[in-house]
């Protein structure tokens, strides 16, 4: 085999210039796809981070029905006390789970009282909150990132538009389930930048505020957004939530429940498959460029070596050892175009890393693009490469190994 | 005891509805350790007989048997089993692999053919290159030798597997006079020490008189033997 893997190598070397032009074109197109996964990977995973960590939980537990109903945020389809405590029960058991927070989510009217507009409150427990959602004091551009019985934290929005200010009064007026309208006074704490852009008017006050705004005597809760501590174990862990939540309801002992992912729950999902399958178009891209350029050169170079091969087929070389030669010679150029397309990706991403390129998303500015170097995903990509390569090298190096020594060794 | 029994051999070419006969009726015997040439103007089909003895091809008619093989029955791959071990082949062009050194072209029917161990493969090869006289050169590359040298360097590779039969088309060829010389001088030695069989072909006069035994071809015919002053 070391033979063969010299030979390749020095029929590689004797060509130089056209097998350094087609490592070359390898290269790019492992560097392109290798530079554009990371830098979309970084992309997808900030602002999935964005979209987890600042707003949604990594799943949600709700009662069925609700998700479908959320425009509406329906005072009805509510987890009530004792269907709260199995679900809390359930997320306790549950080891992959880091924090929860329990959510009383309403419509409710914003007054300044000089103005007044439509405002979507989230009753929570703070604390609970925060630990769930822990870039969602980044969020709060002005004001502190805590919250207290009788404030409120604002959406950015209402606050430039309205010209509320840190510590103004507000007025929330909110329907409850039995259609009776309430009102609460509340002072501004904090105001809040919105993950998704200009539209939203999500705000936050205390659940305590809201069960009293809702005139509930207990409180029940519109979803409970759940951390995990390793955001990979996603699947796994909200299918045992859902099992377990499932069994309590076959049980009686809970009303039926749905748990989502954040994909079920936001938009940006979708950018981040179609981010996926462009990452896929520049693999096939790259395959399509390793396939034609190795095939194209291994042609070549049975083209021009008919004699070598007919002289060696002469001598009583068995056709697998050049069909193997040839194979190995194409392999050994798609491992140097994998070696210097691979070692210019590493260096390019840790340059984009030193440089430190932001961009703006939604109202979001500044997110620092920091792609990492990934392992194994250039282990795939590689071997990607490497098969693709053989692929390319197979038909010209059967081509050669089928040939019949005698005319081979007529040609000029 | 004759290494090759050549009976009746015809090889007919066809091409569409053109048929041409390479040889006709061919018949001859060869003893092992001879050294014989087979000449003839071209087209006289001495490369065809070659490529027959050598099973590198099949005749049409006739049978052939080379160290009791009839090569007519073999197929592609037993014939390449047989080459390897029975036949070593010397071109009139060296055909040296231009990425291997001289040593390594020696060693390559060794490695990749034989698959002899590599104590004995380096014994063989070294030895060789001292007996052909290029061991001076075994680290050059094919293209900073000479002729004389490329083409002694095909007999070392030619021997290395000690082949019953060793087939050279128009060995000197492309070398001058002095090295034609050297390199007919090196394959009688060869024959000499290793008894084995040496089979060529020549246009060459001079080249004529180093064999033992001339087989003259005219237009596919075998229509003479000689045995020259060179057999006593």
């Known amino acids: ?412 | 005891m004759s290494l090759i029994v050549a009976d009746d051999l015809t090889k007919t070419y066809t091409t569409g509805t053109v048929r041409m006969d390479a040889l006709k009726d061919v018949t001859f015997t060869i003893d092992r350790a001879s050294f014989v040439t087979f000449i003839g103007p071209s087209g006289s089909g001495k490369t065809t007989l070659l490529n027959l003895i050598g099973a590198l091809d099949r005749p049409t008619t006739g049978r052939l048997l080379v160290a009791d093989t009839d090569v007519s029955t073999l197929d592609r791959r037993a014939a390449a089993a047989f080459r390897g071990q029975t036949i070593g082949f010397i071109f009139q062009e060296f055909n040296l692999m231009p990425v291997l050194t001289a040593y390594e072209n020696v060693e390559y029917p060794l490695l990749l053919i034989q698959r002899v161990a590599a104590a004995e493969r380096r014994r063989r090869v070294l030895a060789l290159l001292e007996a052909v006289g290029v061991a001076d050169q075994h680290d050059k590359y094919p293209d900073q030798l000479s002729g004389g040298q490329k083409q002694r360097i095909a007999v070392a590779r030619a021997l290395v597997t000690n082949p019953q039969l060793v087939l050279a088309d128009e060995p000197t060829a492309n070398l001058d006079h002095a090295n034609a010389a050297l390199v007919m001088s090196t394959m009688r030695r060869m024959r000499d020490t290793l008894k084995t069989t040496f089979v060529f072909s020549t246009h060459d006069p001079r080249v004529m008189a180093e064999a033992e035994i001339v087989f003259r071809l005219e237009d596919g015919r075998l229509v003479g033997r000689d045995v020259t002053g060179a057999a006593a």
């Open chain 1, 1 to 412: 085999m070391s033979t063969l893997i010299k030979i390749a190598v020095r029929n590689l070397t004797r060509y130089r210039r056209r097998s350094f032009l087609t490592a070359s074109l390898i290269a790019i197109g492992v560097i392109a796809v290798v530079v554009f996964e990371a830098a979309s990977g970084a992309f997808t995973g900030l602002m999935i981070g964005q979209m987890t960590d600042a707003m949604l939980g990594h799943l949600q537990v709700h009662r069925r029905g609700y998700v479908a109903s959320i425009d509406n945020l329906p005072l009805t389809l509510m987890l009530t006390p004792a269907d709260v405590a199995v679900v809390e029960q359930t997320l306790r058991a549950q080891p992959g789970v880091e924090s929860y927070s329990r959510r009383l989510k309403f419509g409710a009217m914003f007054s300044n009282y000089t103005e007044t507009t439509a405002l979507r409150l989230n009753g929570v427990h703070p604390e609970d909150e925060w630990r769930t959602l822990p870039l969602l004091a980044s969020r709060i551009t002005r004001g502190t990132a805590t919250l207290e019985k009788g404030h409120i934290i604002i959406p950015d929005l209402l606050a430039n538009g309205m010209g509320v200010k840190l510590g103004d009064t507000v007025v929330v007026i909110a329907t409850n389930r039995d259609g009776s309208v309430n009102a609460a006074q509340l002072v501004v704490s904090g105001v809040l930048a919105n993950v998704t852009g200009p539209s939203g008017r999500d705000g936050y006050l205390h659940i305590e505020d809201a069960m009293s705004l809702l005139r509930m005597d207990a409180p029940e809760i519109s979803e409970i957004a759940v951390r995990l501590k390793d955001f990979d174990q996603l699947d796994q862990v909200a299918g045992a939530v859902r099992s377990a939540l499932q069994q309590s309801t076959t049980a009686g002992r809970i009303a039926e429940t749905e748990v989502h992912t954040w994909e079920g729950l936001s938009p940006f999902y979708n950018v981040a498959v179609l981010i996926n399958i462009l990452a896929l178009s520049a693999t096939l891209g790259l395959v399509a460029i390793v396939l034609v350029s190795v095939m194209n050169v291994m042609l070549m170079s049975v083209y021009e070596r008919v004699k070598e091969i007919g002289t060696i087929a002469a001598m009583g070389t068995m056709p697998r050892t050049i069909l193997s030669m040839f194979v190995i010679e194409g392999l050994s150029l798609g491992v140097l175009g994998i070696l210097i397309g691979d070692a210019v990706a590493a260096a390019a991403i840790l340059g984009i890393n030193v440089i430190g390129p932001t961009f703006n998303f939604g109202r979001e500015t500044g997110l620092v693009l920091s792609p990492q170097v990934d392992l194994w995903q250039m282990l795939i990509i590689s071997g990607v490469v490497l098969f693709v390569a053989v692929v390319g090298t197979v038909q010209p190096a059967f081509k050669a190994s089928r040939m019949e020594p005698v005319e081979a060794l007529r040609h000029g």
